[in-house]
């Protein structure tokens, strides 16, 4: 399934694997009637108890985000309404921006360097009508 997990985030792994499932939902990349891994493949894949899967698995279940059927699987449910959508989409922006700011906090970035680096990637992305900046597969 391909969800990346920081296990050096401090944020539990099962909430992170609730977030980026909901993420791939909100970008169109898990779509309704979409089956999910088991709970322990995808613990073996990520390396993680099933249980941390199982509990991600659950809270998605509870709020109707995926739909687990014994002896079936698990599925991802039809599109919650646009107003639904959207928050789950704000909420992904978000933990993305969270994330692009702990890694950087690690690597020492200062504000304004951060600053000056997201300006020229949005600058890149509107000209370009993509996000991969060449300058940076040559560093």
Do not use: C
């Amino acid at each position: 399934m391909n969800i990346e997990i920081d296990f050096r985030s401090g944020i539990p792994i099962y909430l992170q694997m609730v977030e980026r499932i909901k993420e791939r939902i909100a970008t169109g990349r898990l779509t309704p009637g979409d089956q999910l891994p088991t709970v322990r493949s995808l613990a073996l894949e990520l390396r993680v108890n099933f249980n941390t899967v199982a509990r991600a698995y659950r809270i998605l279940d509870e709020v109707g985000i995926i739909s687990t059927q014994q002896g079936r699987g698990t599925y991802v449910m039809n599109n919650p309404p646009p107003e639904i959508s959207e928050k789950i989409r704000q909420k992904a922006l978000k933990a993305l921006t969270h994330r692009y700011l702990a890694d950087a906090e690690r690597l020492g970035a200062s504000s304004e360097e951060l600053n000056q680096i997201l300006k020229d990637q949005v600058t890149h992305w509107q000209q370009a009508g993509h996000l991969l900046d060449p300058e940076l597969d040559n560093e």
